[in-house]
């Protein structure tokens, strides 16, 4: 049982996921008070992790809606079984027998979708509705409902609704607006880069078998990196990727060679690689050298 903030910040840790405590607030508030939780922030900060390591740290069932343009009901809620439906009313032909409308369109002949299959899974599931900004508006309009009462109307059935309601994380890398209907239907919480001391813990929780040092010049680059004007920012993602691929490649500390032939790794736009290839790695890694001397 998750009693207390504490508990749930516990839980969370044992998945790896070192949350902030603003974050584990928000997010035993909407497992307590069941209501949605909206994350925004800039890609790569944990938004989505969280999810799985809150379905993980409570052992529910993790249930995802990736969202994308034009997604629509049929692939987020339900979509009737056509061909099934298809099928029975020529079984009843070739048994000179008609189907009512009611019974073609019965529960068995529904498919569920993700939404759907959040108010119908036992246990109630954690539902990751992943990049919303990312949709259109109309299917926001659509969601109004299920974020408010957690049932969706099927017009041949009529209400579904959740028994027990789903923990439901909303994603958004803010690309665009979320509209306001849904933020009042939500709790709200912005999930910025974490700071050094935090980032640093993080890698080491994720890389246990990374060198000390090697961590802390990682962790001292990426934040470096961050205070530039760079198109695309590093996000924490970013920051455990390089450091894999610095462990794969043996290397003990920083070094110019090291980072000019990675920073693919940490950086995705040629301009921001560009960059920092110049005189800006090698501020970085001077600014490095000074604190260890320090």
């Known amino acids: 049982m998750i009693d207390s903030k504490e508990a749930l ?64 009901l049929a692939a987020a809620a339900y979509e009737w079984n056509y061909a099934r439906q298809m099928l029975e009313i020529r079984l009843a032909q070739a048994h000179e027998r008609e189907r009512a409308a009611d019974e073609l369109f019965a529960r068995r002949f529904l498919i569920e979708r993700p939404l759907l299959q959040a108010l119908t899974t036992t246990p109630a599931p954690v539902l990751l509705i992943d990049e919303l900004d990312r949709a259109d508006a109309p299917f926001e309009a659509f969601l109004l409902e ?25 994603t958004s890398n803010r690309s665009r607006e979320v509209h306001d209907a849904v933020k009042r ?12 001391a935090r980032e640093l813990a993080i890698v080491r929780v994720r890389l246990p078998h990374i060198e000390q040092r090697l961590a802390q010049q990682v962790v001292a680059f990426v ?15 970013e920051t455990l990727d390089w450091s894999r691929a610095l462990v794969e490649l043996n290397t003990v500390s920083l070094d110019p060679a090291i980072v000019q032939s990675t920073l693919g790794v940490l950086l995705k736009y040629q301009d921001d690689i560009a960059r920092v290839q110049g005189g800006e790695a090698a501020r970085l890694l001077a600014e490095l050298r000074e604190q260890a001397r320090a």
């Open 146 to 170: 299920f974020l408010a009462d957690f049932q969706i109307s099927v017009p041949e059935l009529g209400t579904i609704t959740a028994a027990t309601p789903p923990l439901v994380v909303l």
């Open 223 to 237: 934040q470096g990196l961050r205070a530039l004007d760079l198109y695309k920012l590093p996000g924490l993602a």
């Open 185 to 196: 239907r939500c709790l709200y919480h912005w999930v910025d880069f974490p700071d050094a």
């Open 9 to 72: 910040s516990a839980g969370l840790e044992a998945q790896s996921y070192l949350a902030s405590p603003e974050l584990s607030v928000a997010a035993f508030l909407a497992l307590r008070l069941s209501r949605p939780l909206l994350l925004e922030g800039a890609p790569g900060t944990g938004k989505t992790a969280i999810a799985a390591a809150l379905a993980a740290a409570l052992q529910r069932p993790l249930i995802r809606l990736q969202c994308y343009e034009g997604l629509d």
